[in-house]
Protein backbone atom coordinates (compact mmCIF):
# COMPACT_ATOMS: atom_id res chain seq x y z
CA UNK A 1 0.00 0.00 0.00
CA UNK A 2 1.37 3.63 -0.76
CA UNK A 3 1.87 5.52 2.15
CA UNK A 4 3.49 9.26 3.49
CA UNK A 5 4.77 9.33 7.10
CA UNK A 6 5.40 12.35 8.84
CA UNK A 7 7.32 10.98 12.13
CA UNK A 8 6.63 14.18 14.04
CA UNK A 9 3.84 15.74 15.52
CA UNK A 10 5.68 18.93 16.36
CA UNK A 11 9.13 20.93 15.58
CA UNK A 12 10.09 23.89 17.39
CA UNK A 13 12.99 25.75 16.28
CA UNK A 14 14.63 29.00 16.96
CA UNK A 15 14.13 32.24 14.70
CA UNK A 16 16.97 32.23 12.55
CA UNK A 17 18.16 28.44 12.87
CA UNK A 18 17.61 26.07 10.34
CA UNK A 19 14.70 23.76 10.12
CA UNK A 20 13.94 20.54 9.07
CA UNK A 21 10.50 18.58 8.56
CA UNK A 22 10.61 14.64 7.57
CA UNK A 23 8.66 12.67 5.24
CA UNK A 24 9.33 9.56 4.07
CA UNK A 25 7.16 7.78 1.65
CA UNK A 26 6.35 4.62 -0.24
CA UNK A 27 4.66 4.03 -3.62
CA UNK A 28 4.50 1.51 -6.10
CA UNK A 29 5.18 3.85 -9.32
CA UNK A 30 7.51 7.09 -9.42
CA UNK A 31 7.63 9.03 -6.83
CA UNK A 32 6.11 12.30 -7.39
CA UNK A 33 6.08 13.99 -4.20
CA UNK A 34 5.03 17.47 -3.06
CA UNK A 35 4.58 19.80 0.07
CA UNK A 36 1.58 22.09 1.23
CA UNK A 37 1.54 24.30 4.22
CA UNK A 38 -1.66 25.35 6.07
CA UNK A 39 -1.66 28.29 7.91
CA UNK A 40 -4.27 28.82 10.44
CA UNK A 41 -8.08 28.69 9.57
CA UNK A 42 -6.33 28.98 5.34
CA UNK A 43 -6.26 26.41 2.61
CA UNK A 44 -3.44 24.13 1.54
CA UNK A 45 -0.85 26.23 -0.03
CA UNK A 46 1.27 24.53 -2.51
CA UNK A 47 5.09 24.88 -1.69
CA UNK A 48 7.10 22.75 -3.76
CA UNK A 49 6.75 19.39 -5.50
CA UNK A 50 9.59 16.64 -6.98
CA UNK A 51 8.64 15.09 -10.47
CA UNK A 52 11.94 14.21 -11.51
CA UNK A 53 15.69 15.75 -12.06
CA UNK A 54 17.54 17.39 -9.70
CA UNK A 55 17.46 16.08 -5.83
CA UNK A 56 17.31 19.77 -4.36
CA UNK A 57 14.22 21.19 -5.67
CA UNK A 58 13.57 24.88 -4.15
CA UNK A 59 9.97 26.30 -4.18
CA UNK A 60 8.35 28.60 -2.30
CA UNK A 61 9.19 31.22 0.54
CA UNK A 62 12.99 30.11 0.89
CA UNK A 63 12.08 26.51 1.69
CA UNK A 64 13.84 23.95 -0.57
CA UNK A 65 13.26 19.53 -0.32
CA UNK A 66 15.76 16.87 -1.10
CA UNK A 67 14.72 14.03 -2.43
CA UNK A 68 16.72 10.58 -1.26
CA UNK A 69 15.68 7.39 -3.20
CA UNK A 70 17.31 4.92 -1.11
CA UNK A 71 16.17 6.69 2.30
CA UNK A 72 12.72 6.78 0.61
CA UNK A 73 12.11 10.78 1.95
CA UNK A 74 11.61 14.04 1.24
CA UNK A 75 12.31 16.48 4.02
CA UNK A 76 11.72 19.84 3.73
CA UNK A 77 14.12 22.62 5.03
CA UNK A 78 15.06 26.32 4.97
CA UNK A 79 18.36 27.32 6.16
CA UNK A 80 16.91 30.71 8.47
CA UNK A 81 13.06 29.82 10.28
CA UNK A 82 11.15 32.96 10.35
CA UNK A 83 8.44 33.29 12.57
CA UNK A 84 6.14 33.70 10.10
CA UNK A 85 7.00 30.07 8.87
CA UNK A 86 4.96 28.94 11.91
CA UNK A 87 1.64 26.91 10.33
CA UNK A 88 1.04 22.92 9.17
CA UNK A 89 3.48 21.33 6.93
CA UNK A 90 2.19 18.47 4.60
CA UNK A 91 3.74 15.69 2.82
CA UNK A 92 1.69 14.00 -0.25
CA UNK A 93 2.53 11.85 -2.83
CA UNK A 94 0.56 10.61 -6.38
CA UNK A 95 -1.21 7.71 -6.24
CA UNK A 96 -0.74 6.03 -8.90
CA UNK A 97 -3.29 3.08 -8.40
CA UNK A 98 -6.13 4.89 -7.78
CA UNK A 99 -6.23 7.94 -10.62
CA UNK A 100 -3.49 10.06 -9.30
CA UNK A 101 -5.15 11.36 -6.34
CA UNK A 102 -3.18 12.86 -3.02
CA UNK A 103 -2.00 11.05 -0.49
CA UNK A 104 -1.65 13.09 2.52
CA UNK A 105 1.03 12.37 5.61
CA UNK A 106 -0.25 13.24 8.99
CA UNK A 107 1.06 16.99 9.20
CA UNK A 108 3.90 18.22 11.41
CA UNK A 109 3.39 21.53 13.29
CA UNK A 110 6.34 23.92 12.88
CA UNK A 111 6.85 26.34 15.62
CA UNK A 112 9.22 28.71 14.94
CA UNK A 113 9.75 30.81 18.31
CA UNK A 114 11.55 34.52 18.31
CA UNK B 1 -2.54 34.28 -10.08
CA UNK B 2 -5.91 32.06 -10.71
CA UNK B 3 -7.12 30.91 -7.56
CA UNK B 4 -9.51 27.99 -6.56
CA UNK B 5 -12.58 29.32 -4.57
CA UNK B 6 -15.04 27.98 -2.45
CA UNK B 7 -18.70 29.14 -1.17
CA UNK B 8 -19.33 28.74 1.83
CA UNK B 9 -16.34 29.42 3.90
CA UNK B 10 -18.33 28.16 6.69
CA UNK B 11 -21.61 26.18 7.11
CA UNK B 12 -23.69 25.29 10.11
CA UNK B 13 -26.67 22.45 9.31
CA UNK B 14 -28.50 20.13 11.62
CA UNK B 15 -28.26 16.29 11.14
CA UNK B 16 -30.47 15.02 8.67
CA UNK B 17 -29.45 18.14 6.42
CA UNK B 18 -28.55 18.50 2.87
CA UNK B 19 -25.36 20.53 1.97
CA UNK B 20 -24.09 21.72 -1.08
CA UNK B 21 -20.28 23.07 -1.02
CA UNK B 22 -19.43 25.02 -4.21
CA UNK B 23 -15.85 25.46 -5.67
CA UNK B 24 -14.88 27.87 -8.68
CA UNK B 25 -12.27 26.11 -10.67
CA UNK B 26 -9.39 27.68 -12.23
CA UNK B 27 -10.51 28.69 -15.36
CA UNK B 28 -8.34 26.41 -17.52
CA UNK B 29 -8.38 23.17 -15.30
CA UNK B 30 -10.35 20.44 -16.12
CA UNK B 31 -9.59 17.52 -13.46
CA UNK B 32 -11.67 18.30 -9.78
CA UNK B 33 -11.32 16.96 -6.81
CA UNK B 34 -12.59 17.08 -3.25
CA UNK B 35 -10.52 16.41 0.09
CA UNK B 36 -11.23 16.54 3.38
CA UNK B 37 -9.68 17.16 6.81
CA UNK B 38 -11.47 15.80 9.76
CA UNK B 39 -9.96 18.44 12.78
CA UNK B 40 -6.86 17.04 14.00
CA UNK B 41 -7.13 14.64 11.26
CA UNK B 42 -5.15 13.73 7.89
CA UNK B 43 -6.21 15.29 4.34
CA UNK B 44 -8.68 12.39 3.02
CA UNK B 45 -9.68 11.87 -0.64
CA UNK B 46 -12.67 12.09 -1.31
CA UNK B 47 -13.78 12.02 -5.29
CA UNK B 48 -12.13 13.38 -8.35
CA UNK B 49 -14.21 13.92 -11.34
CA UNK B 50 -13.41 14.74 -15.12
CA UNK B 51 -15.02 15.17 -18.06
CA UNK B 52 -18.81 15.59 -16.21
CA UNK B 53 -17.80 11.38 -14.60
CA UNK B 54 -16.52 10.40 -11.30
CA UNK B 55 -13.14 9.19 -12.04
CA UNK B 56 -12.30 7.75 -8.92
CA UNK B 57 -14.04 7.75 -5.43
CA UNK B 58 -13.16 6.68 -1.96
CA UNK B 59 -14.63 4.62 0.56
CA UNK B 60 -15.63 7.55 2.60
CA UNK B 61 -17.68 8.83 -0.86
CA UNK B 62 -21.12 6.75 -0.05
CA UNK B 63 -24.41 7.23 -1.58
CA UNK B 64 -25.02 10.45 0.66
CA UNK B 65 -22.11 12.38 -1.50
CA UNK B 66 -22.86 13.48 -4.99
CA UNK B 67 -20.37 15.90 -7.13
CA UNK B 68 -21.50 17.45 -10.27
CA UNK B 69 -20.47 20.55 -12.53
CA UNK B 70 -24.07 21.98 -12.89
CA UNK B 71 -23.15 25.11 -15.09
CA UNK B 72 -19.94 24.33 -16.45
CA UNK B 73 -17.90 26.35 -13.74
CA UNK B 74 -18.96 25.42 -10.38
CA UNK B 75 -17.93 21.94 -9.06
CA UNK B 76 -20.47 21.14 -5.99
CA UNK B 77 -20.51 18.62 -3.31
CA UNK B 78 -23.85 17.61 -2.21
CA UNK B 79 -24.38 16.07 1.10
CA UNK B 80 -28.05 14.63 1.16
CA UNK B 81 -28.37 13.59 4.97
CA UNK B 82 -25.54 15.00 6.98
CA UNK B 83 -24.09 13.10 10.15
CA UNK B 84 -21.92 14.33 12.94
CA UNK B 85 -19.09 12.50 11.84
CA UNK B 86 -19.22 14.89 8.16
CA UNK B 87 -18.18 17.83 10.09
CA UNK B 88 -14.64 18.84 8.89
CA UNK B 89 -13.07 20.62 6.46
CA UNK B 90 -13.74 20.17 2.88
CA UNK B 91 -11.05 21.24 0.30
CA UNK B 92 -11.48 21.11 -3.54
CA UNK B 93 -8.55 21.17 -5.72
CA UNK B 94 -8.35 21.04 -9.43
CA UNK B 95 -5.41 20.43 -12.00
CA UNK B 96 -5.63 20.79 -15.75
CA UNK B 97 -4.47 17.27 -16.90
CA UNK B 98 -4.56 15.20 -14.22
CA UNK B 99 -1.59 13.84 -12.21
CA UNK B 100 0.23 12.03 -14.77
CA UNK B 101 2.64 14.78 -15.10
CA UNK B 102 3.11 15.44 -11.67
CA UNK B 103 0.89 18.32 -12.18
CA UNK B 104 0.25 20.56 -8.75
CA UNK B 105 -3.20 20.55 -7.27
CA UNK B 106 -4.09 23.75 -6.40
CA UNK B 107 -6.49 24.01 -3.45
CA UNK B 108 -9.14 26.04 -2.62
CA UNK B 109 -9.55 27.78 0.82
CA UNK B 110 -12.03 25.48 2.21
CA UNK B 111 -15.24 25.23 3.71
CA UNK B 112 -15.81 24.42 7.29
CA UNK B 113 -18.73 22.19 7.89
CA UNK B 114 -19.91 22.33 11.62
CA UNK B 115 -23.02 19.09 12.07
CA UNK B 116 -24.66 19.62 14.89
Known amino acids: AQSVAQPEDQVNVAEGNPLTVKCTYSVSGNPYLFWYVQYPNRGLQFLLKYITGDNLVKGSYGFEAEFNKSQTSFHLKKPSALVSDSALYFC????????????WGAGTKLIIKP | EPEVTQTPSHQVTQMGQEVILRCVPISNHLYFYWYRQILGQKVEFLVSFYNNEISEKSEIFDDQFSVERPDGSNFTLKIRSTKLEDSAMYFC??????????????FGPGTRLLVL
Open chain 2, 93 to 106: ATTRTGGTSGETQY
Open chain 1, 92 to 103: AVINWDSNYQLI
